[in-house]
């Protein structure tokens, strides 16, 4: 499924994140985790990506 060091499966627009393929709008992730911060979602907005990681940050290991 990786095509070009991205995964066609999982469009992206965060650019500030480290798996982002920002020229292609794509995840370079074979897969991410989808999960939540609110005990019983009912909105977009209330879920997260868990596989998140910010670009260039030395501390985020």
């Given at each position: 499924?990786?095509?070009n060091?991205?995964?066609?499966?999982?469009?992206?627009?965060?650019?500030?994140?480290?798996?982002?393929?920002?020229?292609?709008?794509?995840?370079?992730?074979?897969?991410?985790?989808?999960?939540?911060?609110?005990?019983?979602?009912?909105?977009?907005?209330?879920?997260?990506?868990?596989?998140?990681?910010?670009?260039?940050?030395?501390?985020?290991?």
């Open positions: 499924m990786m095509e060091n991205v995964n066609k499966s999982i469009h992206c627009s965060v650019q500030s994140c480290a798996f982002n393929n920002i020229e292609q709008g794509y995840c370079k992730l074979d897969s991410i985790k989808v999960g939540t911060h609110e005990a019983n979602p009912t909105e977009k907005k209330c879920t997260d990506c868990e596989s998140f990681k910010l670009k260039n940050c030395s501390s985020c290991m």
